[in-house]
């Protein structure tokens, strides 16, 4: 959507630069494609997760990884309740570490010239803190640029939980969307030089307005197995009878979107994918 509203657009999949060299890839696909079918055992994604949060996440927040009385070093971050200093204080020792500086190195690549937005997504809680850190980063390297946060775990919190403390979240964005918020990003990204002052003193939260055109990424190479293509063709949820799912409340209903970029980034990793197979 800002790509053809005539923004320069980029994406970076950090999780995906980071997950691929360090997970098995999948050889052999069961009944199902895509979160179903990860691969398991030493090299499983599970694991490079729980690796993360080990050598970095845990001393970062300055904790042994017994510090809860599980084995389950995710539950100890997903299910620990931390305060927005303890928070703002892991993120800083994270920027300043090694993760930081993989973080700076892919940043820079990017880019060539200093980005007037930089945009973060977030899934879930165990991402606050590394996207804080990535936050840090991008300050220390473009002060001018406007920090936005969105994604599941930002919707998922909502509007009010995000402006009862927004002044303590400060350290992490300058601009919070909830929900799916395609058009919302536009207009932030035609807006930002003035969204950028009126948040000198205080971060905002804008509700997300969606659009009817899909996403698409730029580098399609990186999603090789076990990753999953960055393809999706609607918005919502078709079955929406999870009771444990969040999604149905915070991603409204089922949607369609215009899919000739879809179809493009398809054709696009077809050829690929038949020029190395029949050079």
Known sequence: AACMHGHNCSVLDLNAMYIRPRASK??????????????????????????????????????????????????????????????????????????????????????????????????????????????????????????????PHIAGLGKQTIEDDIRTRSFAADVFVTGHAEETFVTILSEAAVLKRITSKCPIVLEGKSSVISPTFDDLDLYDAPLTLPAQSSIGCSYGRCSYCTYPSIGGGLGSWILDPLFRLLLSKLKKYLDQQYP
């Open 26 to 151: 999948r050889l052999a696909t069961g009944n199902f494609i895509g979160d179903h079918d990860k691969p398991t055992g030493p090299r499983s994604l599970g694991l490079v997760e729980e690796e993360f949060l080990d050598y970095h996440i845990l001393p970062a927040l300055k904790r042994a990884p017994s510090f809860v009385d599980t084995n389950d070093v995710m539950q100890k971050i997903r299910f620990a309740f931390l305060a927005n200093q303890n928070i703002e204080e892991a993120s800083a020792i994270l920027a300043e570490g090694q993760f930081g500086l993989w973080v700076k190195n892919a940043m820079t690549k990017q880019v060539n010239e200093p980005p007037g937005v930089v945009g973060v997504s977030l899934l879930h809680a165990g991402q606050v803190i590394p996207s804080a850190a990535i936050s840090n980063v991008a300050r220390q390297l473009w002060p001018q640029a406007l920090i936005v946060w969105g994604g």
